[in-house]
């Protein structure tokens, strides 16, 4: 039993022989081999530096573009509410108009004419602070996209595609039109 203890003594004290010296340097080169040099590091880190900045750039970016749609929608929600409630509005008016027209008024107490004509003047008011105001029709041509011809009629009095008649008022708001005028509209005689 002596003998093996000492086999491993004396390969202790003599030191590793020159092959298994080989090997460890042989180890230790490709460990050096594969452990990546500070240039392909750094270039590595660079890249994802690169990477993640562009990422981050998108990011913003998108962003961005969400903030300035959900503001342009918001604008637009808006305009759209606003418009419809001025068209019921609109409707108000017109039954106002219709109240202050012709025959219905001859037989109407002059204080109650005065206080129908004052509710009118607000309803103009109102509408004008939002920027909404009458087009005029009558003696026009006729455009489409201001007018709605609910009639044709044949006269020589007026030129053909004129707007002889209004029977509804057109508004608008800046340049869109909130709603077309009713209109008849002249046609050549036969």
């Not at 913003?60 to 068209?87: P, W, Y």
């Not at 105001?133 to 009629?153: C, I, M, Q, V, Y």
């Amino acid at each position: 039993m002596s003998e093996p203890k000492d086999e491993l003594e004396q390969i202790d004290e003599d030191g590793p022989d020159e092959s298994e010296a080989s090997k460890v340097v042989e180890q230790d080169s490709v460990v050096e081999l594969e452990a990546p040099s500070p240039d392909s590091e750094m270039a590595e880190a660079l890249r994802e530096k690169d990477q993640f900045r562009a990422l981050a750039q998108r990011a913003q970016a998108d962003l961005v573009n969400f903030r300035s749609r959900v503001e342009t929608e918001k604008m637009e929600l808006a305009q759209r509410t606003k418009s419809g409630l001025i068209r019921r509005m609109l409707e108000i008016a017109d039954s106002v108009d219709a109240a202050l027209q012709g025959d219905a008024t001859q037989e109407v107490d002059i204080g109650f004419l005065q206080g129908v004509e004052a509710i009118k003047r607000s309803f103009e008011t109102v509408l004008g602070s939002e920027g909404v105001e009458r087009f005029e029709s009558a003696g026009e041509k006729f455009d489409p996209r201001l007018h709605e011809a609910l009639l044709t009629t044949e006269t020589d009095e007026a030129e053909p595609d004129t707007v002889i008649n209004v029977m509804r008022v057109g508004y608008r708001h800046g340049d869109d039109i909130i709603r077309p005028a009713l209109v008849e509209v002249a046609s050549k005689s036969s």
